[in-house]
């Protein structure tokens, strides 16, 4: 319970040292990667007792790998928990997350504000096995607390929400979740466990999208799920070896050089963002910022109480609606018009006429979308330069 509660270091030193104990073999300061497949057994019943799990050693990478092991435990000495699973996308980690634990006749409560796919393979798959799920506002805690049922077993948050960066109370989601019987879902990919540690507001299983900050560099897709209890993340490691979703020993490697960095990352991209934020809320051309760093976010009770941080994702409504949007992102040198978030490079996107392009305009006003609303994934460049960039782009929209 005390691993849960309370990391037992400053997170720079677990960055930077879990999972990177020096190799046992030659003393190598950084671990080496097992770019295999599979592992030789030296006799028959050496094979037959790794089967059994009666003598510890690999089999075959599907089922585990060294390099990808040192991931994982690096993952959940971060967020505290008690194990991790690699997987192989961020999407990966959530669909083999519902595979394992849902059932025919089941229920599941998720924000409705989630990443995409992980509302469209509920909707769009799981519905055909009779998985029903309620997509709910879950920073409206009237809501949140209706939309469960008894026959609920899987509450799925994910906060702040994207791009409107709603918030949703931790607390509230986890005992709404054991009210019912439920596991407690938390992607906390936005935050990272630098600035979110899902586990201590009682969290089940919190999984990320390394894709994003936990690399940090842009160069690997991948996934991770950190479980609270042993006995859940063996329930899910059994179906993620079978389904297939697993990591490759190459990639975990290089998500373990980008956690090194990870706290320091942040930290840089969230000093950054802060300054936008407050360059953004005094332009003429900006009508609103929603940032949770800003004084006037709405939950900012809420933001001092489940993060350590408003980190350094940020949207701002234009005042001249599409046309600003559109010309903005062909204005701007520094952020890159792109996807994804939480690299050390910018990241700049326009929703209205980009990701959620194909939505009507009355759709995208549901989902808190305007026709003017950038979101913007700030890097670790040097403040006065995204400041002087985004001047000068907004100072062409009029
Ligand atoms: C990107 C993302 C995912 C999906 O991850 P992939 O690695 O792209 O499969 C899931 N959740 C959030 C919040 C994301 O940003």
Not at 44 to 56: L, N, Q, Y
Not at 142 to 156: G, Q
């Amino acid at each position: 319970m005390d691993v849960l509660s309370s990391p037992p270091r400053s997170l720079d030193t677990v960055c930077i040292h879990a999972g990177s104990e020096p190799d046992a073999l030659f003393g190598a300061v950084v671990p080496p990667i097992y770019q295999t497949s599979t592992f030789v057994f030296r006799s028959p019943e050496e094979g037959a007792a790794r089967f059994a799990g009666t003598e510890p050693g690999y089999i075959y990478t599907r089922m585990g790998n060294p390099t990808i092991a040192r991931l994982e435990a690096a993952v959940a000495a971060l967020e505290g928990g008690t194990g991790a699973l690699a997987t192989s996308s961020g999407m990966s980690a959530v669909s083999t997350v519902y595979f394992a634990l849902l059932s025919s006749g089941d229920h599941v409560v998720c924000s409705a504000s989630v990443y995409g796919p992980t509302r469209v393979v509920l909707e769009r798959d799981f519905s055909r096995f009779g998985v029903q799920a309620t997509f709910v506002d879950t920073s409206d805690p009237e809501a949140f607390r209706e939309a469960v049922t008894p026959r609920t077993r899987l509450v799925f948050v994910e906060t702040p929400a994207n791009p409107t960066l709603a918030l949703t109370d931790l607390s509230l989601a986890a005992r709404l979740a054991r009210e019912a019987g439920a596991l407690l879902v938390v992607d906390n990919t936005f935050m990272s466990p630098i600035l979110q540690r899902p586990f201590r507001f009682g969290a089940d299983i919190v999984l990320h999208s390394v894709t994003k900050f936990l690399n940090g560099h842009s160069d690997v897709v991948g996934g991770v799920l950190v479980f609270r209890d042993e006995a859940v993340r063996m329930r899910v490691r059994a179906v993620l070896q079978y389904l297939g979703g697993t990591m490759d020993p190459h990639q975990a490697w290089l998500v373990l050089r980008g956690l090194k960095t990870l706290a320091l990352r942040v930290r840089a991209a969230q000093e950054n963002a802060r300054a936008v934020a407050a360059f953004l809320s005094g332009h003429p051309a900006v009508r609103r910022v929603l940032y949770p760093g800003l004084a006037e976010h709405p939950q900012a009770a809420l933001v001092a109480a489940q993060m350590d941080g408003p980190g350094s994702l940020l949207s701002f409504e234009l005042k001249g609606g599409l046309e600003a949007g559109k010309k903005l992102m062909k204005a701007v040198r520094i952020p890159a018009l792109a996807v994804s978030l939480g690299g050390v490079e910018s990241l700049i996107q326009h929703p209205a006429s980009m990701t959620h392009a194909a939505m009507s305009p009355e759709a995208r006003v549901a989902a808190g979308i305007s026709d003017g609303l950038v979101r913007l994934s700030v890097g670790c460049e040097g403040a006065e330069d995204l400041l002087a960039d985004l001047e000068q782009a907004l100072d062409r929209l009029d």
